[in-house]
């Protein structure tokens, strides 16, 4: 689980050459006061995957990229943009490195 407030948060850490991280499901919660967008991309440059605009204090929202996952590239990180400056997003996934 990550808790931030930026854009470009590294939410799982690139696993090593070779590897790839497999996102499998997860879900995204905002415990802050304030609405917020929030979208999990491919690395710090790549391609972003999910957006959830998620409400304000507590509104969530789950994703489920299938038993496979949606594999990220090879030693790459799983990182979070968040719309907004000042909230605490919640996220937590359920992954395997590969």
């Not at 979208?39 to 957006?51: C, K, P």
């Not at 990220?72 to 937590?92: E, F, P, R, Y």
């Amino acid at each position: 689980t990550a808790y931030g407030s930026a854009a470009g948060l590294s939410v799982i850490a690139a696993p090593g050459a070779s590897l790839s991280l497999y996102i499998c499901k997860g879900s995204l919660h905002n415990r802050a006061a304030t609405e917020t967008v929030v979208s999990l991309r491919d690395g710090a440059a790549g391609t972003i995957r999910f957006t959830a605009n998620l409400a304000l204090d507590g509104g969530g929202t789950l994703f489920d990229f299938g038993s496979r996952g949606w594999k990220l590239t090879a030693n790459t990180a799983l990182v979070a943009d968040i719309g907004q400056a000042s909230v605490d997003v919640n996220i937590t996934q359920y992954y395997i490195a590969a």
